[in-house]
């Protein structure tokens, strides 16, 4: 069964590896994603974030191009293998060539620093993604981890307040114009309604679960995976354990198999099967239980056939809801 995982967070692990002069390369690594478990599980394409950490930076667009050039070579090391991508028929020219496709994505609109010169600069260099926040306020809006009083949240309190900012509202006309598909995990409850209202375009939750089925305020209200399904988007389904099941302080944040398929028979329940896809976040989270590592997708593709899914419910999750929004909006 192809794969299309709409999130990783593979890069920083490689940029760190060097830094620290270590081996890992995207061929073969320590980490959840390299080449190697990509092939053994029937990879058609990831997504690879250039995450980040507003905190842990000062120059944050200089840091997203060190991260960028760090995929970038090494997917030019391994091109017999994996090549990247801007477009729809990018990937199925890969395909077609029995090379597996790289797409860059960037995880925190901070990245850009308020500029959609850089923003678009970032789209000429490749990327065709971005979340529009993280964990901290930037230009572009709100996160969902934030009560409208700045109090870190998890489970339970959702910001309903505050969204996008007027920049944000600028970003998200810009990236429907360039063909930059728009990202809203991470992002405020009352940002994703902002995205609703104003993008023209069908946008994406790369990495979020339901929230009906564990409550924390990463994941989907019942009614935003409906508006989400009815504009045309796809979800990611994530695999760490703290979003698929609630735990309290002291348990272990396990992620199986059984509960990843509750969050997909619930989401197919109320958005329509078309409305998923996956999101693993791998390297960016505790090791999931069932799934270590990319070469076990099999397992979940199995998994949900065991649940009863019908075999073209599977493949539109596992590539075919994302590859139509690809094709959509991407240009």
Request: charged share 25%; glycine share 8%; aromatic share 8%.
């Amino acid at each position: 069964m192809k794969v299309v995982d709409m999130h990783c967070d593979t890069v920083l692990e490689l940029f760190e590896e060097k830094k620290e002069q270590k081996s890992g390369s995207l061929l073969s690594n320590q980490f959840h994603i390299d080449l190697e478990k990509m092939i053994k599980g029937d990879y058609l394409l990831q997504n690879f974030a250039l995450f980040i950490n507003l905190n842990k930076t000062n120059n944050p667009y200089l840091h997203c191009l060190e991260l960028l050039d760090t995929i970038c070579c090494e997917v030019q090391k391994n091109n017999d293998k994996i090549r990247l991508v801007k477009n729809y028929a990018d990937i199925k020219k890969n395909q077609e060539d029995g090379v597996m496709s790289a797409m860059l994505t960037v995880e925190e609109g901070g990245a850009i620093q308020g500029s959609l010169v850089n923003l678009r600069n970032l789209y000429r260099l490749g990327v065709r993604m971005m979340t529009l926040t993280w964990n901290y306020k930037n230009e572009i809006g709100y996160p969902n981890c934030l009560t409208p009083e700045g109090v870190k949240v998890t489970y339970g309190q959702s910001n309903t307040t505050n969204g996008l900012t007027e920049f944000g509202l600028e970003l998200v006309e810009e990236m429907n114009r360039i063909g930059m598909i728009i990202d809203v995990s991470h992002m405020s409850d009352a940002g994703f309604y902002d995205v609703v209202k104003y993008s023209k375009q069908p946008f994406v939750a790369s990495h979020s679960n339901a929230r009906s089925i564990c409550p924390h305020v990463r994941n989907m209200t019942d009614d935003m995976i409906r508006t989400l399904s009815e504009h045309g988007g796809v979800m990611g389904l994530n695999y760490e354990g703290e979003f698929l099941r609630e735990v309290t302080k002291g348990q272990p944040l396990y992620s199986k198999l059984d509960i990843m398929v509750a969050h997909v028979k619930h989401i197919i329940n109320v958005g329509g099967y078309e409305s998923l896809g996956l999101g693993s976040d791998f390297d960016g989270i505790n090791t999931p239980q069932d799934l270590k590592d990319a070469s076990c997708l099999p397992m979940l593709a199995q998994a949900l056939e065991d649940a009863g899914l019908k075999n073209q419910e599977i493949e539109a999750i596992f590539h075919k809801n994302v590859l139509r929004v690809y094709r959509d909006v991407l240009k």
